[in-house]
């Protein structure tokens, strides 16, 4: 089992920036790929960015593409996202996500996403 671990989220402003970390446990983080997924009340689930095993490659929704940025550090077990210029409409808890390991496409999809963290919250004031 892998347990992932979110935080980092709060309340800001607009133009602000924040950085979310999600600590994994155990010793297949570097086997699979991560993602980053969000839900404001009364949406879906929807995806915000992934990076790859060794974080060579990240992929990141249209919506955050320039301001976001996913990344990886596999010695310390956890993956980060440096959210700047936040937007009122960023406002949404925040989720970590682990691909199956050794798999080597990204999805945007949640169900291509093995384990979960619990979220945490991120509120972008205007």
């Known amino acids: 089992q892998v347990q992932l671990v979110e935080s980092g989220g709060g309340l800001v402003q607009a133009g602000d920036s924040l950085r979310l970390s999600c600590a994994a446990s155990g010793r297949t983080f570097s086997s699979r790929n991560m993602g980053w997924f969000r839900q404001a009340p009364g949406k879906v689930r929807a995806f915000v960015a992934a990076?790859?095993?060794?974080?060579?490659?990240?992929d990141y929704a249209d919506s955050v593409k320039g301001r976001f940025t996913i990344s990886r550090d596999n010695y310390k077990n956890t993956v980060y996202l440096q959210m700047n210029s936040l937007k009122p409409e960023d406002t949404a808890v925040y989720f970590c996500a682990a691909q199956r390991m050794g798999s080597t496409i990204l999805t945007r999809t949640t169900n291509g996403y093995e384990y979960w963290g619990q979220g945490t919250q991120v509120t972008v004031s205007s």
């Open positions: 990076i790859t095993r060794g974080g060579a490659s990240t």
